[in-house]
Every structure is written in structure tokens, then in C-alpha cells.
């Protein structure tokens, strides 16, 4: 039952522009791998590769020792759960959650217990005599996903499934569906979304697409904590990217001498440091920034303060502050060396 | 509301009943006054009387009215079906072989009914396709008429219809023809519907081409009300065009509240 998936240079294009440019992927069975990227990236081109709803110019797609990239979307034998639901209009919530195992001629005699187990599993059991039409937005994307996991698919594939919900059902489905991976382990998951949040909480790896190139794979730790890349940087947890001239075991940014593990870089080069918002703090300290002060944002329990140093914008995120300083202001901003991280990736020479 | 002052909505109220009164209500309410009377040489009709539907409702114009509604029924249908096939494979198809379609349904449309009468005269007039002198003739020139406006109506919503849906049936392991019959023909049905209580209502009214075609034991009423006028019987063809307007209504409203309760979704 259980079954990875596994892009083999797969690349995808639409007349002249490649929307996918040779992606190679795998999905190991059980693991839940998100997709994350902007919009245009390519992550739902690669999705849809794997359903069968667009054909590759180039490569093979496996899901488990299957090659599936000639078969048909029904013959892949996948669930999948998008954006808008696609709930059958005119189809019960029990008719609906029954539609795939009518098509493939599961026993009529099983059918109705696997519905209720479906719709139980997602706490949709008392709604299985309304229509579509008759829920809620997150009541018709969990039926979404019960008719989907009704056919006991090896591989599940989430498009943007919570990016129609607002933020509240949204942390709400996400501890639900963090729940049915925990009770169906042996389900792969590819999730795609452009919400590092979602990708963060629910994958096992993450895999960061910009461009229509794979830019990076690694677990949630992982790409927050070191990013090799800068888009991966900013696009992962919104990082402070700062251009800085490597010294020996410390690094310039204007004036500033900040002290951070240069392993790895050559001394006498321009680099990219790179430090999360909120873990720079307010006020003198090791790496001291100093800078004047350019925007303020409050944002209830924490401040964002936006702060000029020497032609760079830091963000710094802060606990909220009783006094939150002006604009123009003269402050300092600090961090402790082992919370940056020197982007070995990109580094160019010193011209 | 586009209109929000009182006085403006009264104008709008009384510029639509001024045009809508003598164009579209005022020629019906004549013909339903003379269907009743024996006289009309003042203002008003004179010397009421049922007997021109006693005749409308007898022998040949009822014969007329089943020959009409067989023929209208018969046509729809194949029509239905013709139409919705053709809407499917042309959405199937690239850009260039959908407009190829668009271009080959709309010919009925485009040309006039007299010639796409005459054209189905000639064609089946000769073996090995003899349908001249049988009720089929009428028939066939009919579906040929009305399927154009059935492929435009279906070929409309086959567009709007979100892929979606389809490709959410695919993945749950459904066949095309699952897919198909499960899925897409179910959401289509509210155009469906509205493009058969079309394609009647136009094949009821049919005259010009079925002038040409029809054998003399399947008249359609149209042709009967057209004969029974030209002979001078004016109170007796306006009887049989109420009759005619009543069926066509009667079978419209069914089939509007078939759509009703198809159009839950």
C-alpha cells in the first residue's frame, strides 16, 4: 500500500516557457514533503505531473516502483485534495466521499462503512446527508479530504488545500491534518503551498522551488536554521540578508565588525550574512548595529522596527515595547553570533 | 437597483409597458380576441363564440397539433443529443478544430430556413436516402434547424464548466465515461434543459423549411394555421395559433420546472 514518489528530471512546459525545469525529487514512502515556493514557482506544475493532469516534456515520475507517466490520472491511483474542494454539486457528502470507490467498482457491501470511516476520521459524520453547497468552507475541505482518503491512496497529493480558509480554520485544519498523517502513517504526502507556516508545522522536508528549479530540500530545521541559499533565506522565515565582507572569524557590514562563525568562507570576500527578525534584539550588545530608525510597525505582541544600518534595512522583530523609539532615532540592534549564518552559496570574490 | 429615485423607476415602469405593450402583448391579446369571435370589421371583434375551438380541437387540427408536438419532441431529442456530442468533442478539440465546429454548427443559423428546406428536399428526394413523402423528411429538417441552437447552448456551458470537477473525478480513479455520465452530463443538465425547452419552442413554430417538405399526412400545425389563413378562415386560424401558443407554453413551463429542481447546485 505504501508508496513514494520519485520525479526523475522531470521537466514540464507550455509552448516555449518551461514551468518545470528538470526536477528531481523523492518522496519517501510515509513522509509528507512540502512544495513551497511563490506563485509561478513550479510546485503545482509538479504536483499535477504526478496526478496526470499535465504531461512532461522530459523525465519519468515513479509513485512506488511504478512508473505512472504514460497512465492516465484514474490509473495512478492517488488522492488528491485542492484549493477549491471540487466537491460534486450535485452529490450527497456521502455520495461524494463514495464517488471514487463506486468508479472503481469497490464491493457494494464495503462502501458505506468505508464512507463513515472517512467521514468519521474527519469529523464530518453528522453531515452526511447535505450537500456541498449546505457547509462551511472548512467543512467542505475536510469531506474534500475524506473522499480523497476514502480509496486508501498510497500517495495524497495537497494543493494549496487551506490557503481558501481564514487563519483561524486554518491552524485549526493543520492540527487536523498533522492528526491523519499520525493515524495513516503509510500514506505519502506531497503538500504544496506558499505558506512557509503550513510547510514548517507538517513536513518532514520541505523542498523550496523558485523559478521553476528545485532550490533547495532538507527538513524544517534544517533550511530555517542554515539555509544555503538566499532566496531559501528570505523566503523560509523572512530573513535579515546582509552583504558583508568576510574577515578572519569576523565579518564588516559598514563600520560594524560582527563576530560569526566564518567556517567555510574565504577571508577577503563579500558575502551574505544572514539573521531571523526576530532573533536581533534592541539596545547595545555583541554585534552591535547601529542605525537610524525607519518604520515601526506594531503588531500586538510583538514591534517590528525597521532600522537603517549603513545603507542596509535590518528588520528586527521585538517584544512589544512601552516605549517604542521614533522615526529618525538613533538606536542599536544586536545578536548573538551563533544566531547567523554566514551563506556560503553566492559568495562572490571581491572584485 | 440601477434606477433609486421614485419618480425615475415610475418613468423606466411606463417607457417599458409603452414599447413592451404594442410590440410584444398587444398582437397576442388580437389574436386571442379573434380566436373568440365570428366578426371584426369595428375597433373590437364582435359575435363571440367557442365554435372556432370546437374546430381546433377536433380531426385534422388535432391531428396537426400530435403531428406538431411528435415532431418537435422527436427532433429536440435527437437534437439534445446531436448537439451536446458535438459540444463535448468540439471542447476536446484544439482552437483551430473548435472554431471549425462553431463555424459548421452555426450554418443552419446563418442560412436561411427557406434553403436549409429546400437543401433537405433535394438531398433525400433521390435512393439511396428516399425520405421525401414521409413524416421523417420533416423531422430531419427540423433536428437540422434546431441542433445549432442546442450545440451553442451546450457548447456555452461545456466553457464555463470548471475542469475542476473533472479532473477531482480522474483522480478518484473514474473513467472518462464514469466521468462523463457521473460528473459532467449532471452539471450540465440545467443548459441541457434550457436547450431542449429551446429547441422546441422553435420546432413549434417551424414553417418555412416544413412549407417545402411536409407529405400530406404529417401537416404540422403551423402549416395548418398558415393554409387555414390563406383560404380566408381567420377566426379559425387564429383559434389554432392560440392552440399552438398554449401547447408550446404548457411544455415549456413543465420543462422549466424540471430545470427548477435540477438547479439545486
Known amino acids: 500500500m505504501s508508496s513514494g514518489i520519485r520525479f526523475d528530471g522531470v521537466s514540464v512546459a507550455y509552448g516555449s516557457a518551461t514551468v518545470l525545469d528538470s526536477l528531481d525529487l523523492t518522496v519517501e514512502p510515509g513522509e509528507v514533503m512540502a512544495l513551497l515556493g511563490p506563485s509561478g514557482s513550479g510546485k503545482t506544475t509538479a504536483l499535477r505531473a504526478v496526478a496526470g493532469f499535465v504531461r512532461p516534456v522530459r523525465g519519468r515520475v515513479f509513485i512506488g516502483d511504478r512508473d505512472v507517466t504514460e497512465l492516465p490520472p484514474h490509473r495512478r491511483g492517488i488522492g488528491m485534495v485542492v484549493q477549491q474542494y471540487a466537491l460534486f454539486p450535485h452529490l450527497r457528502v456521502a455520495d461524494n466521499v463514495a464517488f471514487g470507490m463506486k468508479a472503481q467498482k469497490v464491493a457494494k457491501s464495503e462502501i458505506p462503512g468505508r464512507v463513515s470511516e472517512a467521514l468519521e476520521m474527519t469529523g464530518m459524520a453528522a453531515y452526511a446527508r447535505r450537500y456541498p453547497r449546505e457547509l462551511s468552507g472548512g467543512q467542505q475541505q475536510r469531506v474534500a479530504i475524506a473522499r480523497a482518503l476514502a480509496i486508501r491512496p498510497g500517495v495524497l497529493l495537497l494543493d494549496e488545500p487551506l490557503s481558501a480558509l481564514d487563519a483561524q480554520l486554518r491552524s485549526g485544519m493543520l492540527a487536523e491534518l498533522a492528526r491523519l498523517h499520525r493515524e495513516l502513517p503509510e500514506v505519502s504526502i506531497l503538500y504544496v503551498t506558499h505558506d512557509q507556516v503550513e510547510a514548517l508545522t507538517l513536513a518532514d522536508r520541505i523542498a523550496v522551488m523558485d523559478k521553476a528549479r528545485l532550490q533547495d530540500c532538507g527538513t524544517p530545521q534544517e533550511l530555517y536554521r542554515s539555509p544555503r541559499t538566499e532566496f531559501t533565506a528570505s523566503f523560509v522565515g523572512n530573513a535579515n540578508l546582509l552583504p558583508v565582507r568576510v574577515g578572519d572569524g569576523q565579518v564588516r557590514l559598514g563600520e560594524a565588525e560582527l563576530k560569526v562563525d566564518t567556517a567555510g568562507v574565504a577571508s577577503g570576500v563579500t558575502a551574505t550574512l544572514c539573521v531571523r527578525p526576530h532573533l536581533v534584539g534592541l539596545g547595545e550588545g555583541t554585534n552591535a548595529l547601529r542605525g537610524t530608525v525607519a518604520e515601526v510597525q506594531w503588531r500586538g505582541a510583538t514591534h517590528r522596527l525597521y532600522v537603517d544600518v549603513a545603507g542596509q534595512r535590518v528588520k528586527a522583530d521585538v517584544r512589544e515595547l512601552r516605549q517604542p523609539p521614533g522615526l529618525g532615532e538613533s538606536v542599536a540592534l544586536h545578536f548573538a553570533p551563533e544566531d547567523a549564518v554566514l551563506l556560503s552559496a553566492g559568495v562572490a570574490a571581491d572584485e | ?265
Open chain 2, 1 to 265: 437597483m440601477l434606477v433609486h429615485s421614485r419618480k425615475g423607476r415610475w418613468a423606466l415602469w411606463a417607457l417599458f409597458l409603452l414599447f413592451f405593450v404594442p410590440l410584444f402583448a398587444l398582437p397576442l391579446l388580437v389574436i386571442v380576441a379573434a380566436s373568440f369571435s365570428t366578426n371584426w370589421s369595428g375597433a373590437f371583434p364582435s359575435g363571440p363564440t367557442l365554435g372556432h375551438y370546437a374546430a381546433a380541437t377536433r380531426g385534422d387540427a388535432l391531428r396537426a397539433l400530435t403531428t406538431s408536438l411528435v415532431t418537435a419532441l422527436t427532433a429536440s431529442v435527437l437534437a439534445l443529443v446531436v448537439g451536446t456530442w458535438a459540444a463535448l468533442a468540439a471542447h476536446a478539440l484544439s482552437k483551430k478544430g473548435k472554431r471549425l465546429m462553431d463555424a459548421l454548427f452555426m450554418l443552419p443559423v446563418a442560412v436561411p430556413s427557406v434553403v436549409v428546406g429546400l437543401a433537405v428536399l433535394v438531398a433525400f428526394s433521390q435512393p439511396p436516402f428516399l425520405l421525401n413523402g414521409t413524416r421523417w423528411i420533416v423531422i430531419l429538417a427540423h433536428t437540422v434547424l434546431v441542433t445549432a441552437f442546442a450545440y451553442q447552448s451546450v457548447s456555452a456551458a461545456v466553457v464555463r464548466l470548471d475542469p475542476a470537477y473533472e479532473q477531482a473525478a480522474a483522480s478518484l480513479g473514474a473513467r472518462p465515461s464514469y466521468v462523463l455520465w457521473r460528473v459532467r452530463l449532471p452539471l450540465l443538465l440545467p443548459s441541457l434543459n434550457a436547450a431542449a425547452g429551446l429547441c422546441f419552442a422553435l420546432s413549434m413554430g417551424e414553417l418555412s423549411a416544413t412549407m417545402m417538405l411536409y407529405p400530406p399526412d404529417w401537416m404540422p400545425l403551423p402549416v395548418r394555421i398558415f393554409t387555414a389563413t390563406d383560404r380566408g378562415s381567420l377566426f379559425t386560424g387564429s383559434a389554432v395559433a392560440v392552440v399552438l401558443m398554449g401547447a408550446t407554453l404548457l411544455v415549456l413551463l413543465a420543462v422549466s420546472r424540471i430545470r427548477t429542481r435540477a438547479s439545486y447546485r
